[in-house]
């Protein structure tokens, strides 16, 4: 029905979470709308990000260095390390400007419908981060859900050795909410009123 440029980018516009063939269809004539310029433009910041951006080798955090910004920072409180499930819910937090500490990235949460097991999330090198550094408290800041709950739990436990608090963001978040959607006055209660992992 459409020629193959227009049914390229259709197709790779579902590659998006959301979006589906109507909105991929507008989305790719867009793109036919755009001037030289701008086409040329989204090309090479596309092209840009896959080929610079990387995954920093401490806390696994996307930065186009080795080593993110935050983990290079000497002014980040050392006694807390936050663990997110993704790198976006990093930059939620960082801008409501209500956490100093330190972050972990986690490759995705325990998921037995997704298959993906506590080895597959990378749990060993978190655990290896806290057993190299005087972290305080671990704060568990992962989507409050099954998977979640279920990633939290398998972290406490594994912890509960260990001579540091665990803690989970206070319940006032949404089940099932992703951090980028909180808004800052329910995201700074949630680390506030955070409670220790029993």
């Known amino acids: 029905m459409y020629p193959n440029g227009i049914n390229n ?13 109507k909105t991929a269809v507008r989305m790719a004539f867009q793109i036919l709308d755009m001037d030289k310029d701008q086409s040329t433009f989204l090309a090479d910041a596309i092209k840009y990000a896959k080929e610079k951006t990387k995954r920093c080798k401490i806390c696994n955090h996307i930065s186009e260095d080795d080593i993110c910004s935050i ?10 390390l936050c663990i997110v499930g993704d790198p976006k819910d990093v930059f939620s937090i960082e801008e409501k400007g209500i956490y100093n500490g330190y972050y972990h990235v986690l490759s995705g949460l325990i998921s037995s419908s997704n ?7 990378r749990l060993d090198k978190l655990i ?15 989507k409050p859900c099954l ?3 279920m990633t939290a739990l398998y972290i406490n436990n594994i912890l509960s050795g260990m001579n540091i608090t665990v803690s989970r963001l206070a319940s006032g978040i949404p089940n099932g909410a992703d951090m980028e959607y909180i808004d800052p006055i329910t995201l700074e209660r949630a680390f506030d009123n955070r409670r220790k992992i029993s």
Do not use: Q
């Not at 983990?71 to 807390?80: A, F, G, I, L, V």
């Not at 290896?128 to 992962?142: H, L, M, T």
């Open 9 to 21: 980018l259709k197709e790779a516009f579902k590659f998006f979470p959301g979006i589906g063939e």
């Open 71 to 80: 983990c290079n920072s000497p002014t980040r409180n050392p006694d807390y």
């Open 115 to 121: 298959n993906l097991n506590p080895e597959d999330i």
């Open 128 to 142: 290896s981060r806290i057993e190299k550094n005087n972290f305080k408290e671990v704060i568990i800041a992962v």
């Open 147 to 149: 998977e979640g709950e």
